[in-house]
Protein backbone atom coordinates (compact mmCIF):
# COMPACT_ATOMS: atom_id res chain seq x y z
CA UNK A 1 0.00 0.00 0.00
CA UNK A 2 1.47 3.60 -1.04
CA UNK A 3 1.21 6.40 1.61
CA UNK A 4 0.88 9.51 0.20
CA UNK A 5 2.22 12.66 1.67
CA UNK A 6 -1.14 14.14 2.52
CA UNK A 7 -4.54 13.40 2.50
CA UNK A 8 -7.06 15.93 2.03
CA UNK A 9 -10.23 16.25 5.10
CA UNK A 10 -13.44 15.59 3.64
CA UNK A 11 -16.69 16.18 5.20
CA UNK A 12 -19.35 13.62 5.05
CA UNK A 13 -20.88 13.30 1.25
CA UNK A 14 -24.36 14.08 2.88
CA UNK A 15 -23.26 17.35 4.18
CA UNK A 16 -22.01 18.36 1.61
CA UNK A 17 -24.79 17.46 -0.67
CA UNK A 18 -26.95 19.22 1.91
CA UNK A 19 -25.05 22.63 1.31
CA UNK A 20 -25.04 22.70 -2.61
CA UNK A 21 -28.90 22.55 -2.61
CA UNK A 22 -29.53 25.85 -2.62
CA UNK A 23 -27.41 26.41 -5.62
CA UNK A 24 -29.39 24.21 -7.78
CA UNK A 25 -32.39 26.18 -6.30
CA UNK A 26 -30.40 29.83 -7.44
CA UNK A 27 -28.83 28.60 -10.34
CA UNK A 28 -26.09 31.21 -9.33
CA UNK A 29 -22.77 29.17 -9.46
CA UNK A 30 -20.45 31.73 -8.95
CA UNK A 31 -19.62 35.68 -8.85
CA UNK A 32 -19.98 36.54 -5.21
CA UNK A 33 -23.03 34.21 -4.17
CA UNK A 34 -24.32 33.60 -1.03
CA UNK A 35 -22.33 30.66 -0.16
CA UNK A 36 -19.24 33.03 -0.91
CA UNK A 37 -20.51 35.85 1.15
CA UNK A 38 -21.61 33.33 3.95
CA UNK A 39 -17.99 31.54 3.67
CA UNK A 40 -15.89 35.07 4.18
CA UNK A 41 -17.40 36.17 7.23
CA UNK A 42 -17.05 32.90 8.89
CA UNK A 43 -13.52 33.04 8.09
CA UNK A 44 -12.94 36.35 8.83
CA UNK A 45 -14.14 35.52 12.16
CA UNK A 46 -12.50 32.78 12.29
CA UNK A 47 -9.28 33.42 11.12
CA UNK A 48 -9.57 36.85 13.54
CA UNK A 49 -8.85 39.30 10.94
CA UNK A 50 -10.69 42.43 10.28
CA UNK A 51 -10.90 41.97 6.49
CA UNK A 52 -11.29 38.83 4.07
CA UNK A 53 -11.47 39.03 0.12
CA UNK A 54 -11.99 35.57 -1.00
CA UNK A 55 -10.19 34.07 -4.48
CA UNK A 56 -9.74 30.95 -6.69
CA UNK A 57 -6.56 30.11 -5.16
CA UNK A 58 -3.63 31.19 -3.35
CA UNK A 59 -1.22 31.90 -6.16
CA UNK A 60 -3.73 34.60 -7.56
CA UNK A 61 -4.34 36.00 -4.22
CA UNK A 62 -0.73 36.70 -3.71
CA UNK A 63 -0.93 38.05 -7.60
CA UNK A 64 -4.31 40.12 -6.86
CA UNK A 65 -3.02 41.75 -3.54
CA UNK A 66 0.72 42.55 -5.24
CA UNK A 67 -1.36 44.39 -7.79
CA UNK A 68 -3.68 45.95 -5.17
CA UNK A 69 -1.29 47.40 -3.60
CA UNK A 70 0.62 49.16 -6.47
CA UNK A 71 3.96 47.95 -5.82
CA UNK A 72 7.18 48.71 -8.43
CA UNK A 73 10.73 47.73 -8.65
CA UNK A 74 11.89 45.53 -5.72
CA UNK A 75 10.49 43.26 -3.59
CA UNK A 76 11.99 41.64 -0.54
CA UNK A 77 11.16 38.07 -0.37
CA UNK A 78 12.60 34.43 0.69
CA UNK A 79 13.62 31.61 -1.80
CA UNK A 80 12.29 29.03 0.58
CA UNK A 81 9.34 29.39 -0.39
CA UNK A 82 6.74 27.65 -2.79
CA UNK A 83 7.09 28.02 -6.73
CA UNK A 84 4.31 30.29 -6.39
CA UNK A 85 5.51 33.24 -3.78
CA UNK A 86 8.37 34.26 -6.53
CA UNK A 87 6.19 33.50 -9.66
CA UNK A 88 3.67 36.10 -8.07
CA UNK A 89 6.24 38.95 -7.81
CA UNK A 90 7.93 37.94 -11.35
CA UNK A 91 4.27 38.12 -13.13
CA UNK A 92 3.84 41.02 -11.17
CA UNK A 93 6.56 42.63 -13.34
CA UNK A 94 8.67 43.43 -9.91
CA UNK A 95 11.82 42.05 -8.92
CA UNK A 96 12.37 39.75 -6.50
CA UNK A 97 15.15 40.37 -3.80
CA UNK A 98 16.16 37.06 -1.90
CA UNK A 99 16.84 37.48 1.55
CA UNK A 100 18.40 34.67 3.76
CA UNK A 101 16.24 32.63 6.06
CA UNK A 102 16.60 31.66 9.73
CA UNK A 103 18.32 28.27 10.89
CA UNK A 104 15.94 28.59 13.92
CA UNK A 105 12.01 28.30 11.91
CA UNK A 106 13.02 29.19 8.08
CA UNK A 107 11.45 32.06 8.10
CA UNK A 108 13.42 35.59 6.39
CA UNK A 109 15.86 36.24 8.63
CA UNK A 110 15.13 40.15 9.78
CA UNK A 111 18.65 40.93 10.46
CA UNK A 112 19.07 40.70 6.82
CA UNK A 113 16.79 42.90 5.09
CA UNK A 114 17.65 46.34 5.42
CA UNK A 115 21.10 45.31 4.01
CA UNK A 116 18.56 44.36 0.84
CA UNK A 117 17.16 47.72 0.64
CA UNK A 118 17.63 50.20 -2.41
CA UNK A 119 15.99 53.50 -3.52
CA UNK A 120 13.74 50.67 -5.69
CA UNK A 121 12.77 48.83 -3.01
CA UNK A 122 8.59 48.51 -2.77
CA UNK A 123 7.89 45.58 -0.31
CA UNK A 124 8.70 43.49 1.59
CA UNK A 125 7.13 39.46 1.26
CA UNK A 126 8.29 37.12 3.91
CA UNK A 127 6.28 33.83 4.22
CA UNK A 128 5.28 31.93 7.55
CA UNK A 129 7.22 28.34 6.81
CA UNK A 130 5.26 25.15 8.10
CA UNK A 131 3.22 27.45 10.08
CA UNK A 132 6.15 28.82 11.74
CA UNK A 133 5.44 32.76 12.08
CA UNK A 134 8.05 35.12 10.52
CA UNK A 135 9.64 37.64 13.24
CA UNK A 136 6.40 40.00 12.58
CA UNK A 137 7.74 42.73 14.91
CA UNK A 138 11.00 43.13 13.66
CA UNK A 139 9.86 42.99 10.42
CA UNK A 140 6.86 45.29 10.58
CA UNK A 141 9.36 47.31 12.25
CA UNK A 142 11.83 47.70 9.07
CA UNK A 143 8.79 48.14 7.02
CA UNK A 144 7.40 51.15 8.84
CA UNK A 145 10.80 52.43 9.19
CA UNK A 146 11.93 52.51 5.26
CA UNK A 147 7.97 53.26 4.12
CA UNK A 148 7.90 49.54 2.86
CA UNK A 149 4.38 47.30 2.39
CA UNK A 150 4.62 43.68 4.39
CA UNK A 151 2.74 41.59 2.24
CA UNK A 152 2.83 37.83 4.40
CA UNK A 153 2.34 34.28 2.10
CA UNK A 154 0.37 32.63 4.88
CA UNK A 155 -0.60 29.48 3.20
CA UNK A 156 0.66 27.23 5.73
CA UNK A 157 -0.51 29.56 8.27
CA UNK A 158 -4.15 28.62 8.55
CA UNK A 159 -5.49 29.07 12.23
CA UNK A 160 -2.00 30.01 13.61
CA UNK A 161 -1.73 31.85 16.48
CA UNK A 162 0.60 34.39 18.16
CA UNK A 163 -0.41 35.13 21.56
CA UNK A 164 -4.30 35.20 20.70
CA UNK A 165 -3.65 37.21 17.34
CA UNK A 166 -4.57 35.21 14.29
CA UNK A 167 -1.57 35.17 12.04
CA UNK A 168 -3.53 37.11 9.14
CA UNK A 169 -3.25 40.37 11.40
CA UNK A 170 0.45 41.22 11.35
CA UNK A 171 1.51 43.50 8.44
CA UNK A 172 -0.65 45.26 5.83
CA UNK A 173 -2.18 42.07 4.04
CA UNK A 174 -1.73 38.40 4.33
CA UNK A 175 -2.67 35.42 1.64
CA UNK A 176 -4.04 32.31 2.51
CA UNK A 177 -4.20 29.39 0.42
CA UNK A 178 -7.22 26.78 0.71
CA UNK A 179 -5.89 24.25 -1.79
CA UNK A 180 -7.02 20.98 -1.45
CA UNK A 181 -3.32 19.81 0.24
CA UNK A 182 -3.51 22.40 3.02
CA UNK A 183 -4.55 22.54 6.66
CA UNK A 184 -8.40 23.73 5.67
CA UNK A 185 -9.14 23.77 1.94
CA UNK A 186 -12.16 24.85 -0.50
CA UNK A 187 -11.07 22.17 -3.19
CA UNK A 188 -9.08 25.07 -4.30
CA UNK A 189 -9.10 28.82 -2.58
CA UNK A 190 -7.07 31.23 -1.25
CA UNK A 191 -8.16 34.51 0.18
CA UNK A 192 -6.13 37.81 1.45
CA UNK A 193 -6.81 39.15 4.56
CA UNK A 194 -5.95 42.78 4.86
CA UNK A 195 -5.84 45.76 7.20
CA UNK A 196 -7.31 48.91 4.66
CA UNK A 197 -10.62 48.69 3.11
CA UNK A 198 -9.69 50.42 0.14
CA UNK A 199 -7.55 47.47 -0.42
CA UNK A 200 -10.87 45.49 -0.38
CA UNK A 201 -12.31 47.56 -2.90
CA UNK A 202 -9.60 46.99 -5.20
CA UNK A 203 -9.54 43.22 -4.92
CA UNK A 204 -12.88 43.10 -5.29
CA UNK A 205 -12.53 44.75 -8.69
CA UNK A 206 -9.22 43.49 -9.43
CA UNK A 207 -11.11 39.31 -9.28
CA UNK A 208 -13.52 39.81 -11.46
CA UNK A 209 -11.43 41.65 -14.22
CA UNK A 210 -11.42 45.21 -12.78
CA UNK A 211 -15.11 45.86 -13.78
CA UNK A 212 -16.19 48.87 -11.69
CA UNK A 213 -19.61 48.89 -13.01
CA UNK A 214 -21.48 48.18 -16.51
CA UNK A 215 -19.20 49.66 -18.87
CA UNK A 216 -16.27 50.57 -16.74
CA UNK A 217 -12.93 48.83 -16.59
CA UNK A 218 -10.69 50.73 -14.43
CA UNK A 219 -8.07 48.19 -13.52
CA UNK A 220 -5.86 45.74 -15.60
CA UNK A 221 -8.13 42.57 -13.59
CA UNK A 222 -8.14 38.98 -13.86
CA UNK A 223 -10.55 36.12 -12.92
CA UNK A 224 -9.74 34.92 -9.30
CA UNK A 225 -13.11 34.66 -8.14
CA UNK A 226 -14.14 31.91 -6.18
CA UNK A 227 -17.14 29.51 -7.02
CA UNK A 228 -19.83 28.95 -5.08
CA UNK A 229 -18.98 24.79 -5.19
CA UNK A 230 -15.74 25.89 -3.90
CA UNK A 231 -17.37 28.39 -0.88
CA UNK A 232 -19.68 25.43 -0.10
CA UNK A 233 -16.89 22.85 0.82
CA UNK A 234 -15.10 25.77 2.39
CA UNK A 235 -18.15 26.03 4.96
CA UNK A 236 -18.42 22.35 5.71
CA UNK A 237 -14.95 22.03 6.18
CA UNK A 238 -14.76 24.74 8.27
CA UNK A 239 -17.36 23.10 10.81
CA UNK A 240 -14.57 20.41 11.67
CA UNK A 241 -11.60 22.30 11.48
CA UNK A 242 -10.78 22.35 15.13
CA UNK A 243 -11.08 18.46 15.50
CA UNK A 244 -9.12 17.86 12.35
CA UNK A 245 -6.08 20.44 13.44
CA UNK A 246 -6.56 18.39 16.79
CA UNK A 247 -5.91 15.20 15.33
CA UNK A 248 -2.76 16.76 13.38
CA UNK A 249 -1.76 17.23 16.32
CA UNK A 250 -2.26 14.55 17.74
CA UNK A 251 -0.31 12.49 14.40
CA UNK A 252 2.49 15.35 14.81
CA UNK A 253 3.39 14.86 18.46
CA UNK A 254 3.99 11.06 17.85
CA UNK A 255 6.16 11.69 15.36
CA UNK A 256 8.01 13.72 17.65
CA UNK A 257 8.12 11.09 20.57
CA UNK A 258 9.27 8.46 17.79
CA UNK A 259 12.04 11.12 16.24
CA UNK A 260 13.24 13.13 18.53
CA UNK A 261 16.21 11.35 20.54
CA UNK A 262 17.52 10.26 17.01
CA UNK A 263 21.05 11.39 16.52
CA UNK A 264 21.18 13.21 13.12
CA UNK A 265 17.75 14.52 13.26
CA UNK A 266 16.21 18.10 13.83
CA UNK A 267 12.32 18.47 14.18
CA UNK A 268 10.39 21.93 13.79
CA UNK A 269 10.58 24.37 16.33
CA UNK A 270 7.91 24.74 18.58
CA UNK A 271 7.55 28.78 19.08
CA UNK A 272 6.80 30.22 22.05
CA UNK A 273 2.86 31.57 22.35
CA UNK A 274 2.41 30.48 19.01
CA UNK A 275 -0.91 28.00 19.10
CA UNK A 276 0.41 25.95 16.18
CA UNK A 277 -1.89 23.65 13.03
CA UNK A 278 0.64 21.05 12.45
CA UNK A 279 0.15 21.49 8.63
CA UNK A 280 3.59 19.97 8.10
CA UNK A 281 5.99 17.39 9.80
CA UNK A 282 9.73 18.63 8.25
CA UNK A 283 12.70 17.14 9.63
CA UNK A 284 16.56 17.88 8.97
CA UNK A 285 18.74 15.59 8.11
CA UNK A 286 22.01 16.16 9.46
CA UNK A 287 24.15 13.55 6.98
CA UNK A 288 27.12 13.22 8.85
CA UNK A 289 25.37 12.32 12.46
CA UNK A 290 22.57 10.69 10.53
CA UNK A 291 24.87 7.93 8.62
CA UNK A 292 23.28 8.77 5.33
CA UNK A 293 21.78 11.72 3.01
CA UNK A 294 18.45 13.07 2.79
CA UNK A 295 18.44 11.95 -0.87
CA UNK A 296 19.11 8.42 0.35
CA UNK A 297 16.38 8.68 3.12
CA UNK A 298 14.08 10.11 0.75
CA UNK A 299 14.59 7.16 -1.81
CA UNK A 300 14.60 4.57 0.89
CA UNK A 301 11.03 6.06 1.86
CA UNK A 302 9.91 6.16 -1.87
CA UNK A 303 11.08 2.35 -2.05
CA UNK A 304 8.34 1.17 -0.11
CA UNK A 305 6.04 3.39 -1.06
CA UNK A 306 5.86 6.07 1.19
CA UNK A 307 5.88 9.82 -0.48
CA UNK A 308 7.83 12.06 1.21
CA UNK A 309 8.56 15.39 0.34
CA UNK A 310 11.40 17.27 -0.32
CA UNK A 311 9.39 20.69 0.33
CA UNK A 312 11.35 23.44 -0.56
CA UNK A 313 13.73 22.40 -2.88
CA UNK A 314 15.44 23.54 -4.74
CA UNK A 315 15.25 27.07 -3.65
CA UNK A 316 12.83 29.13 -6.06
CA UNK A 317 15.97 31.27 -6.89
CA UNK A 318 17.32 28.17 -8.36
CA UNK A 319 14.61 27.14 -10.53
CA UNK A 320 15.44 26.93 -14.17
CA UNK A 321 13.01 29.41 -15.48
CA UNK A 322 15.04 31.90 -13.25
CA UNK A 323 18.54 30.48 -14.58
CA UNK A 324 21.43 33.53 -14.50
CA UNK A 325 19.24 35.73 -12.67
CA UNK A 326 19.78 34.98 -9.16
CA UNK A 327 22.82 33.63 -6.63
CA UNK A 328 21.16 31.04 -4.26
CA UNK A 329 24.88 31.33 -2.83
CA UNK A 330 23.97 34.58 -1.53
CA UNK A 331 21.10 32.94 0.70
CA UNK A 332 23.34 30.02 2.04
CA UNK A 333 21.48 29.67 5.14
CA UNK A 334 18.14 28.95 2.75
CA UNK A 335 20.35 26.95 0.65
CA UNK A 336 22.25 24.75 3.36
CA UNK A 337 18.21 24.05 4.71
CA UNK A 338 16.84 23.15 1.67
CA UNK A 339 19.68 20.62 1.22
CA UNK A 340 18.78 18.84 4.50
CA UNK A 341 14.77 19.21 4.52
CA UNK A 342 12.31 16.40 4.26
CA UNK A 343 8.00 17.09 4.84
CA UNK A 344 6.96 13.57 6.62
CA UNK A 345 3.48 12.04 5.26
CA UNK A 346 1.01 13.60 7.78
CA UNK A 347 -2.91 14.46 7.91
CA UNK A 348 -5.64 14.09 10.25
CA UNK A 349 -6.71 11.21 11.63
CA UNK A 350 -3.28 9.34 9.98
CA UNK A 351 -3.06 5.63 11.94
CA UNK A 352 -0.15 6.02 14.12
CA UNK A 353 1.24 2.97 13.23
CA UNK A 354 1.59 3.99 9.56
CA UNK A 355 3.51 6.88 11.79
CA UNK A 356 5.38 3.64 13.81
CA UNK A 357 6.00 2.07 10.28
CA UNK A 358 7.69 4.97 8.57
CA UNK A 359 9.79 6.12 11.52
CA UNK A 360 10.93 2.40 11.77
CA UNK A 361 12.07 2.55 8.45
CA UNK A 362 13.88 6.39 9.53
CA UNK A 363 15.39 5.29 12.49
CA UNK A 364 16.86 1.45 11.03
CA UNK A 365 20.69 1.50 10.28
C1 LIG B 1 0.18 26.40 -1.47
C2 LIG B 1 1.04 27.60 -1.45
C3 LIG B 1 0.81 28.71 -2.29
C4 LIG B 1 -0.18 28.70 -3.42
O1 LIG B 1 -1.46 28.41 -3.07
P1 LIG B 1 -2.45 27.69 -4.12
O2 LIG B 1 -3.76 27.72 -3.42
O3 LIG B 1 -1.94 26.31 -4.36
O4 LIG B 1 -2.46 28.51 -5.37
C5 LIG B 1 1.60 29.83 -2.11
N1 LIG B 1 2.58 29.87 -1.20
C6 LIG B 1 2.86 28.82 -0.40
C7 LIG B 1 3.95 28.94 0.62
C8 LIG B 1 2.12 27.65 -0.51
O5 LIG B 1 2.42 26.60 0.26
Redesign the pocket.
Same mark, same amino acid.
Do not use: I, P, Y
Given at each position: MEIPVTRPSMPEMEEYIEEIKPIWESRWLTNMGEKHEELTKQLASYLKVPNLSLMV??????EMVLQAFHLTGEVITTPF #??A? #?THAIVRNGLSPVFCDIRETDFTMDPEKIEGLITEKTSAIVP?H?YGNLCDVERIEEIGKKHGLKVIY?A??AFGVEKDGKGAGVFGDAS?F???A #??VFHTI???AVAFQDEKIGESLYHLKNFGIMGEGIVEDVGANAKMNEFCAAMGICNLRHIDREIEKRGRAAAHYRKRLEQAAGITLKVQQEGVKENYAYFPILIEEEAFGKSRDRLYGELREQGIYSRKYFYPLTSDFDCYRGQFLSSETPVAKEIAEKVLVLPLWAGMPLELIDRICDIILSK
Open positions: NGHMSL #TFS #TVVDAHVSFH #TKEGG
